[in-house]
């Protein structure tokens, strides 16, 4: 949620964004980065540390169990069709939000789900050039792959951002035993895809990672570490209500924190 408001120690704020994930990161970092430069307050529930070996990129599928500090643990009911056992639902905690714990896989739509999505809504905004531009702003892609690989992954032969804030690139080691299946799959007629990413997904090939030199990167790193002087990060402090005035939600009650609007400033 982001939302005009102040806050009850003082300091005023014209945009208050509440969480730190992936979306909330970007959305706080692009508001204090846009020509107007208004003072931005973002609130994560989580703490603001980040453990160097939570950033192990071979370490990626377990980072989950491991961390669960970084992670709210939540899980499904009891399920009636599975002898009532409940499903893990983790969802990450902390800056960076769940970019903390996923398995780092970084994987785009087809060509032609964009094209069809532009066609349905009468939007060229939503089409694949559209959106493989915005990608670009996104990406800085490293697009060597080590020798050993080479035969396996591609990406220089398809269109990828350079100069993005968010890292991609390929894992400098893969797990054991995946060139094995991508061989086998081949001998038996699977098609091979070098860049899963190039619009066309359609094969067995190998996914890039939101990481480079086996190092992952989460949202925060890659929106928050070189933050401007307008944007204000709250870290452990937990949003338990949205403020309204009438049906316009004008703050938020975070940590004890009264974050309430006073500003009839308009962006």
């Known amino acids: 949620m982001a939302t005009n408001g102040t806050t009850d120690d003082g300091g005023s704020y014209d945009f208050i964004v509440v969480g730190s994930g992936p979306a909330g990161s970007v959305v706080a970092s692009r508001l204090a980065r846009s020509a107007k430069a208004p003072s931005v307050l973002l609130l994560e529930a989580g703490g603001a540390k980040t453990d160097e070996d ?3 990129l071979a370490d990626r599928f377990s980072n989950f169990m491991t961390y669960p500090q970084y992670n709210w643990g939540y899980q499904s009911a009891p399920q009636k069709h599975l002898n009532a056992r409940q499903v893990d639902y983790s969802r990450g905690r902390g800056l960076g939000g769940s970019s903390r714990i996923n398995f780092a896989c970084y994987t785009i739509g087809p060509k032609g789900d964009f094209d069809h999505w532009a066609e349905i809504v009468g939007d060229d905004f939503f089409n694949w050039s559209n959106a493989r531009r915005r990608y670009n702003s996104i990406e800085n892609y490293d697009l060597n792959v ?3 690989y080479k035969n396996y992954a591609d990406f220089t032969k398809a269109e990828h951002g350079r100069d993005g804030p968010l ?3 390929m894992p400098v080691q893969l797990e054991r035993g995946m060139p094995e299946l991508i061989d086998a799959a081949i001998e038996k007629g699977m098609t091979y895809n ?4 190039s619009g066309n997904p359609i094969g067995i090939g190998i996914c890039a990672s939101t990481a480079q030199k086996g190092r992952r990167t989460t949202s925060a790193l890659a929106y928050l570490e070189d933050r401007p002087a307008n944007l204000t990060i709250v870290t452990d402090s937990v949003a338990s209500k949205v403020l ?4 316009r939600a004008i703050g938020v009650l975070a940590g004890g924190r ?6 009839s400033r308009s962006m």
């Open 258 to 263: 009264r974050c309430q609007s006073s500003s």
């Open 146 to 148: 080590s020798s050993e």
């Open 194 to 197: 070098t860049d899963i990413n």
């Open 244 to 247: 309204f005035e009438g049906k």
């Open 167 to 169: 890292k991609v690139g």
């Open 54 to 56: 939570a950033l192990v």
